[in-house]
T-cell receptor, first 116, second 115 residues
């Protein structure tokens, strides 16, 4: 079974600075998807960014980018120019690309605080 | 609707009672998922539905848990004879189709507290 590990239960960053959240995963599969979800206090999970394992290029969405290291099974999230609205729980998630594999496996999350 | 809607937002119940949680997915979304989030934990997969296909129930923790969905509409998660360990936020999500699973749209969850 796949596992997702987020080793940083809490992180903090000064407003306008850059922060990197770590995620590692364990899988024997070669084709899969990785995601970062944000969960603000409202509890509603929001997709931040997605990476297909077969793509070597790191995904980017505005201030959010990932560092995907397939061999190391590492998938970190970098938030640039941090804003107060970025404060939330961030969850890393894994999904197999195989047919019939539609579950997402989530890490335990990292709580990000943004200091004004 | 504009987003995934869940009710109730909060539910407090006594141990041993049955509870029913409701999820109204985004219109047109054929896939629907239920996840459980215990305090300080990540999300645990419970069940998903895709159209009229047989649901994947592999994540349901016990036979006290069941879920139904009629077609591509509302889903209900039922927990019978609730226990204190059932206390959690129950999140529902939907997506256009299973092939795009991962690009899920979540509701705000139903927080269940079992006394």
């Amino acid at each position: 079974a796949q596992t997702v590990t987020q080793s940083q239960p809490e992180m903090s960053v000064q407003e306008a600075e850059t922060v990197t959240l770590s995620c590692t995963y364990d899988t024997s599969e070669s084709d899969y998807y990785l995601f970062w979800y944000k969960q603000p206090p409202s509890r509603q999970m929001i997709l931040v960014i997605r990476q297909e394992a077969y793509k070597q290029q790191n995904a980017t969405e505005n201030r959010f980018s990932v560092n995907f290291q397939k061999a190391a099974k590492s998938f970190s999230l970098k938030i640039s120019d941090s804003q107060l609205g970025d404060a939330a729980m961030y969850f890393c998630a894994y999904r197999s690309a195989g047919a019939g594999s539609y579950q997402l496996t989530f890490g335990k999350g990292t709580k990000l605080s943004v200091i004004p | 609707g504009a987003g995934v809607s869940q009710s109730p937002s909060n539910k407090v119940t006594e141990k041993g009672k049955d509870v029913e949680l409701r999820c109204d997915p985004i219109s047109g979304h054929t896939a629907l998922y239920w996840y459980r989030q215990r305090l300080g934990q990540g999300l645990e997969f419970l069940i998903y539905f895709q159209g009229n296909s047989a649901p994947d129930k592999s994540g349901l923790p016990s036979d006290r848990f069941s879920a139904e969905r009629t077609g591509e509409s509302v889903s209900t998660l039922t927990i019978q004879r609730t226990q204190q360990e059932d206390s959690a936020v129950y999140l529902c999500a939907s997506s256009l189709e299973l092939a795009t699973a991962g690009e899920l749209f979540f509701g705000e969850g139903s927080r269940l507290t079992v006394l």
